[in-house]
């Protein structure tokens, strides 16, 4: 908010000689990500973008009890408070400002850090059996071949319980889910992660949060077997349809990256 006040008032007082402008905080924990140069979480990470996309703008620290903000933003009475209506009596005396702080990293600043994990790996083909069924046969028959090996082994454990008659629709959503959890276990690219903002749903499933509340689909990867399958689904389901029609029936319920040239 500070930030964009600046920039309004700049433009304001457009064709006048001002080489800089200062912006003060008592926050040492805002100062530190402004100044930090560190990587932070989205949330974080775009508001400091945002600020520093005015250059011109110098942030300082001032002191908590000389911060007239905090008198509107506690919520208590600011009629006769010099402070609110004139600022802090040095303001005009650059020679009288608080001194400058260095900031340091604290345990509340760290909270927002993103966490980096470099992984040393070793790229290796799948050839585990179940990915084979993928590789051999359609989405539609790939799930109905993990949904009745799992009856099989429901069946093996010995619990007295009987699954009968035609596979049910919870048996096929549940192989679902599990092929893509199996796709989205591999390495996602961190900036993939945050553009998109995955997040882990009620399933425990990568999902796209977007702007639409209660729309989120679900995140596979373009590079696994999974995504090629779900694109040959959609192209059948749709009558042999054209790139663009695949592509939509694919997106009411997956998030492919790179679709397009997936469709093609």
């Known amino acids: 908010m500070a ?14 000689p001002i080489t800089v402008t ?18 932070y979480k989205q949330f974080v990470a775009n508001r400091i973008q945002k600020i520093k996309s005015n250059p011109k703008i110098k942030w300082r620290h001032v002191p908590t009890d000389q911060n007239p903000s905090d008198l509107g933003s506690r919520g208590g009475p600011v009629e006769n ?15 009288r400002w608080p001194e400058d702080i260095t900031s340091v990293p604290t345990k509340e600043s760290n909270a927002e850090a993103k966490i980096i994990k470099r992984v040393l790996a070793v790229a290796m083909g799948n050839t585990g059996e179940m990915d084979q ?3 051999k046969h359609d989405l539609w028959k790939t ?12 069946h093996c454990r ?3 319980l009987k699954l009968k008659g035609p596979l049910k629709t919870n048996e096929i959503e549940r192989q679902k889910l599990l092929w893509v959890k199996r796709a989205q276990s591999g390495e996602i690219k961190e900036a993939e992660r945050l553009t998109l903002n995955l997040q882990l749903d009620e399933r425990g499933v990568l999902v796209c ?10 995140f596979v990867p373009d590079g696994h077997s999974l995504a090629s399958k779900i694109v040959e689904q959609a192209h059948l389901r749709t009558l042999h349809g054209g790139v663009g029609m695949t592509m939509s029936h694919v997106r009411e319920e997956y998030w492919i990256p790179r ?4 469709a093609r």
């Open 3 to 16: 930030a964009n006040l600046i920039s309004n008032v700049e433009r304001a007082l457009e064709g006048f």
């Open 22 to 39: 200062q912006g003060w905080l008592d926050s040492t924990v805002a100062l530190h990500w402004i100044n930090g140069g560190g990587q």
């Open 81 to 95: 408070k010099k402070l609110w209506w004139d600022g802090p009596n040095w303001l005009s005396n650059q020679e």
């Open 133 to 135: 069924i993928l590789h």
């Open 143 to 154: 799930l109905r071949i993990s949904a009745s090996i799992w009856r099989f082994a429901f």
């Open 158 to 160: 010995g619990t007295g």
């Open 209 to 218: 949060r977007g702007r639409i509340q209660g729309s989120y689909p679900i």
């Open 259 to 262: 679709l397009r040239r997936l």
